[in-house]
């Protein structure tokens, strides 16, 4: 990987640099957001204007939170292999910080969302100081479920979040940065 590409990175696991999303990943994006198979947990695919509101919004995380889904990109390639970061989201009226991902399907099975979440919770803990993460996770998504079974969290509550006109049921992953079990 080159230079530049490294110099923004946020943080480093094995295999992969996070650093922040440019509309210069928006094909990237493209490839993810607009795959109905990926985006199987929102029940459809992005248009081409959500994407672009999917990464502006990023790029405001980034700017007025310090952190937001960062592009993942494979050490060896170069290649972008999806977004993984933090963001603050609602749960029983308040923000909390959430490990969240997505992966473009090509590099689905290969313990890429579970390291790069790793990554992300090390970074919340040991950089950012926060004492827990969450990952909000609907409820049929069992390959996620395992990324957080994986990484150490546990179920600790339920929503339905309502998008696109559906009731989604989810359930909200927890790890804390010393063992404990208590949310702030």
């Known amino acids: 990987m080159d230079r530049i590409e490294r110099s923004g990175a946020i943080l480093e696991t094995e295999r992969l640099v996070l650093r922040p999303l440019t509309w210069e990943d928006r094909g ?3 490839e993810i ?3 109905r198979e990926t985006m199987y947990a929102y ?5 081409d204007e959500e994407v672009d509101r999917w ?3 990023q790029i ?4 007025e939170d310090g952190f937001g889904l960062w592009a993942a990109v494979s050490r060896e390639s170069g290649a972008l292999v999806g977004q993984i970061g933090l963001t603050l989201q609602s749960w029983e ?3 909390v910080p959430e490990v969240g991902y997505l992966l473009k399907r090509r590099f689905w099975g290969m313990g890429y969302a579970t390291e790069g979440a790793g990554g992300c919770m090390d970074y919340a803990f040991e950089r950012l100081g926060l004492l827990w993460v969450c ?3 609907r409820d049929n998504n069992l390959p996620s479920q395992r990324v957080a079974q994986r990484n150490g969290m546990i179920p600790k509550g339920h929503i339905i ?4 006109n559906m009731d989604m049921p989810h359930t909200v992953w927890c790890a804390w940065r010393s063992g404990g079990e208590e949310l702030p």
């Open 28 to 30: 990237d994006l493209c």
């Open 33 to 35: 957001l607009q795959d």
């Open 43 to 47: 029940e459809h695919a992005f248009s």
């Open 55 to 57: 990464l502006e919004n």
């Open 60 to 63: 405001r995380r980034y700017r």
């Open 93 to 95: 009226g308040r923000q």
């Open 135 to 137: 990952s909000i996770i």
């Open 161 to 164: 979040k309502h998008y696109y």
